[in-house]
């Protein structure tokens, strides 16, 4: 869109006026100042605060949202600015070369430069303006009792429950390092409650739509009265004003100041750590005295620095809900397993391995690196039982399958890092073939492990990873384990085994 | 050559390794654009096929054949409102899934560098028809708006060429949410604006998807009524 700037407000301008330009290419966006008289649109004020959204995702009529600009209650932000000469994508903050392109604009008349990196949220280009909320913020009306759940939670989570209070009430940052089974999300429902009764607008976010799916229906029950978004991609939430929000990473870039606190769930998962346009969102959606309360099973290297060296406030939850230790993985040799592979063969530990589990009914999960390679795998274990199958992120019925599993209809179930996190099977064990792939990092690992013993009836379970060569990773990942088991012990939060 | 601008797959972002040997050394080798994962995902249009609209006949039944026509041509041919309007068909490629995310992407989404993927193998089919003019499919303005350019023209443009703007459309449901008798039932969407000779004119109209072939035969009734000598058309799909 172009635009003209009159009496220090930006009026939209024809492609023919000579004097209209492209939003970017205007120096600075004059604000009109608030008209307190104006009769501003509820609808708009509910899409749009704490957003930053184009044009295309209101459904309004321009000229309605022109003249709550021109009254002081909608901003126009540019969509790609500048910093020196290198354009910038305001929405995800993309700076690289590789992921801007141009195009005649039939907008603007011109060549305009737009953002590949985002461009699935809707694209962005130099006419495009990023409309936002000016206004005042909507009232939300309390209920009585914010929190109905009941439950207690283990002195683990009690500590980092206190502390994610603390910390979304002083506007702090702060990790929970929780084992893969410490109950994560119950340690939060005091810190949403606090910062609900005090009137702050709260968001979690986790890079996954499935999680998005399974925490929703739990955080409804747990706060029934209060309004929930959940938002992903087609959701139908999206225009929804909610003072809690649970989102995937990705829907934050179209917030922008939004949130007193956000939680990030997972951040060692992909895609968050490879793409930074989430950071950056993470980042441009929090107000800008807000809090930050990370959520993670596996933090890198870096953060786990930080956390031992005082850097970084943090709590650990070093034990599961039920007591149990973690089951520590078992290092196995397995020679050079893709050649056997390649001969349709699997090394005979690998063999020996899945059929004691095959013979005694107890289920297991077989981790591979590759799809093909555990394509392979396939048809020689089938022959122990014709039942088994394999699972990966493209595959089809992938829903199905997990849920067999689940079911027990399925007694081993071969599968890619697809499955390393988020999936809860009662009682198996766990293999990982091929450990020393780089694809299995020391936080790919520790999940992977955490698969294992997640019931109370069942807390013990074997992992072992079968390896050609022991990796750095493999050896981190078993050290994190037992380094969390033996905090739980001097805690006083595992019960010795009897 | 700008190295750190073209190693990148367009639809991936993967990088492209390049062929080290010794064609590449001695010949000025042209810029690989998408990766050869990518580019072995897209399907050619081989084998025999319908003799307008160039659809396969080795993926069909029998039964949607009548000679060396398909079906649907067949029937556009037996009607002699259609007849002989659309001379041929050329597709580039098999509108498999790959494809159709392809065309998402650059069409609704706009990603419109993706243009680019297709360039040389337009190139080629173009040099083969050698047609004197020509003709993107329009859209209507509303649409082009909302899109910020027309798909058509933008496959044109990116290879070289020089679109010639000749049609218009009528603002009107999208095509893809209509059945195949109401787009073949549809009252001519198209307009003529007159600014050139067609006489005698070979004409290709250029579009992204070939379907029924509905839009494709308005606008070839269109021009040849203005008097083009030859209507052919060119897709990415079919």
Redesign the interface.
């Known amino acids: 869109m172009r635009f003209v700037i009159k009496n220090n407000v930006l009026i939209p301008g024809s492609n023919t006026d000579g004097n209209s330009l492209p939003i970017s290419d205007i120096p600075s966006i004059p604000q009109p100042p608030q008209n307190p008289n104006f009769p501003y649109n509820n609808d708009l004020q509910l899409l749009l605060t704490g957003k930053q959204l184009l044009l295309?995702d209101i459904p309004i009529a321009f000229q309605e949202v022109q003249s709550h600009y021109e009254n002081g209650y909608i901003t126009y932000r540019k969509g790609i600015h500048y910093e020196g000469k290198k354009p910038v994508c305001t929405r995800c903050g993309n700076k690289d070369?590789?992921h801007f392109?141009?195009?005649?604009?039939?907008?603007c008349g011109e060549t305009?430069l737009?953002c590949?990196r985002c461009?699935?949220m809707?694209?962005i280009?130099e006419c495009t303006p990023l409309i936002g909320w000016n206004g005042p913020v909507p009232d939300t009306i309390l209920p009585s009792k914010i929190k109905q759940w009941q439950g207690t939670l283990s002195e683990g989570q009690q500590v980092a429950s206190d502390h994610v209070t603390t910390a979304i009430q002083q506007n702090q940052e702060h990790l929970v390092w929780a084992v893969c089974g410490a109950g994560k999300t119950e340690v939060l429902f005091a810190g949403i409650e606090a910062a609900l009764a005090a009137k702050k607008r709260i968001c979690i976010a986790t890079p996954r739509t499935d999680v998005v799916l399974e925490l929703t229906p739990r955080l409804k029950a747990a706060f029934p009265e209060i309004k929930v978004a959940s938002l992903y991609g087609g959701s139908e939430d999206r225009h929804l004003y909610a003072p809690l929000t649970i989102a995937t990473t990705h829907q934050l870039l179209r917030f922008y100041h939004a949130f007193d606190a956000i939680i990030l769930d997972e951040v060692d998962a992909f895609p968050y750590t490879v793409e930074e346009s989430l950071q950056y969102a993470a980042v441009q959606a929090r107000k800008p005295n807000s809090a930050m309360i990370y959520l993670t099973a596996t933090p890198n290297q870096k953060w786990q620095r930080e956390c031992w060296t005082g850097k970084r406030a943090f709590t650990t939850i070093p034990a599961r809900f039920h007591r149990h230790p973690l089951p520590v993985p078992k290092f196995e040799w397995c020679g050079n397993w893709q050649k056997q592979l390649q001969k349709s063969k699997l090394p005979p530990n690998v063999l020996r391995w899945i059929t004691a589990r095959i013979q005694s009914n107890k289920q297991a999960l077989v981790f591979f690196p590759h799809i093909p390679l555990m394509e392979k795998a396939l048809p020689i274990l089938r022959q122990l039982d014709p039942t088994i199958e394999s699972v990966h992120a493209e595959d089809p019925n992938r829903k199905e399958k997990v849920q067999q599993m689940r079911s027990k209809g399925i007694p081993l179930l071969l599968t890619t890092t697809i499955l390393e996190r988020g999936v809860t099977f009662p009682n198996i064990d766990v293999a990982v073939v091929g450990a020393e792939d780089a694809i299995f990092t020391e936080s790919a690992l520790v999940q992977i492990a955490g698969r294992a013993g997640r019931s109370k009836d069942h807390p013990d379970g074997v992992v072992t990873y079968f390896h050609y060569g022991k990796t750095e990773e493999m050896v981190k990942a078993r050290k994190q384990i037992v380094l969390m088991n033996r905090e739980g012990i001097k805690r006083g939060l595992l019960d010795d085994k009897k | 050559m700008d190295f750190?601008?073209q190693n990148?797959c367009l639809n991936c972002?993967e990088f492209i390794l390049p062929n080290i040997g010794w064609r590449a050394i001695f010949s000025v080798e042209k810029e690989q654009l998408i990766c050869q994962t990518c580019e072995g995902k897209l399907e050619r249009i081989e084998g025999e096929q319908c003799r307008i609209c160039s659809r396969p006949f080795q993926n069909i039944d029998e039964k949607f054949r009548r000679g060396d026509l398909c079906h649907d041509c067949f029937r556009w041919e037996e009607d002699p409102e259609w007849h002989g309007y659309l001379e041929r068909n050329y597709s580039l490629f098999l509108y498999n899934d790959f494809l159709k995310e392809i065309i998402a992407?650059f069409k609704f989404?706009?990603?419109?560098?993706l243009a680019k993927i297709f360039s040389e193998f337009l190139k080629k089919r173009l040099t083969e028809i050698t047609p004197d003019i020509f003709v993107p499919i329009p859209l209507s303005k509303e649409r082009?708006?909302?899109?910020?350019?027309?798909q058509a023209s933008?496959i044109l443009?990116e290879a070289g060429y020089q679109p010639n703007h000749l049609l218009s459309r009528i603002h009107s449901e999208k095509q893809s949410k209509k059945s195949r008798s109401e787009r073949i039932h549809l009252p001519q969407v198209f307009q003529f604006l007159p600014d050139i000779q067609l006489a005698g004119k070979k004409v290709v109209l250029v579009d992204d998807i070939y379907t029924t072939g509905s839009t494709l035969r308005h606008a070839a009734k269109l021009l040849k009524e203005a008097g083009a000598a030859s209507v052919q058309s060119l897709t990415l799909a079919r």
Do not use: T
């Open positions: 295309e070369p590789h392109a141009s195009y005649p604009c039939s907008r305009c737009y590949r461009i699935m809707g694209r280009s | 750190s601008m990148r972002y992407k989404r706009g990603d419109y560098v082009l708006y909302e899109r910020g350019f027309n933008a443009l």
